[in-house]
């Protein structure tokens, strides 16, 4: 793991980076942060809809602003984070909460991938009334969802306090 941070870190990107001005790292921080704040604002809304929370809310709705909303967050979280590791990626090295939080984010498209594939996400996106077993497999997912990214967002937090 190391090898890999070390070549991340001394890459003709993270070189640039790193000689790019003072405010660099602020700013891609920051893309980092509304990145996060996309993503987990979305998922949010619509796991706690999932939980049964907004019921008379269509769930189609409810998805059809938040999971464009989530894949963008998403992809400017991942492409500022990487950006992020790259200016000083061997201090990371050892670091738990890395070791933690990138499965994690695996777990959390696997998850979303998996919800996807569901009938009763399927069939609730499309409008129909879903049974309660397939309300309970939909609850399910959504708070194992809200758990992986809690978990995500809980080791980015604590990676800068180690």
Not at 133 to 144: F, Q
Request: net charge positive.
């Amino acid at each position: 793991m190391f090898e890999l941070l070390a070549w991340v870190e001394g890459t003709a990107l993270a070189s640039f980076l790193r000689g790019a001005g003072v405010w660099t790292y602020g700013l891609i921080n920051l893309a980092h942060i509304l990145g996060i704040g996309s993503l987990f604002g979305a998922i949010l809304i619509l796991d706690l809809r999932l939980l049964g929370v907004w019921r008379t809310i269509p769930l189609a709705v409810i998805a059809r602003p938040t999971v464009p909303l989530a894949a963008g967050g998403f992809l400017l979280a991942v492409s500022s984070g990487v950006l992020m590791i790259s200016f000083n990626a061997t201090e990371y090295y050892g670091n738990p909460f890395l070791y933690i939080k990138l499965p994690a984010i695996v777990f959390g498209l696997l998850n979303v991938i998996a919800v996807q594939q569901l009938p009763a996400w399927r069939a609730a996106l499309a409008g129909f009334e879903t049974d309660p077993v397939d309300r309970r497999l939909l609850a399910v997912a959504g708070g194992v969802s809200l758990t992986i990214w809690l978990t995500v967002i809980t080791c980015g937090r604590m990676i800068g306090y180690w």
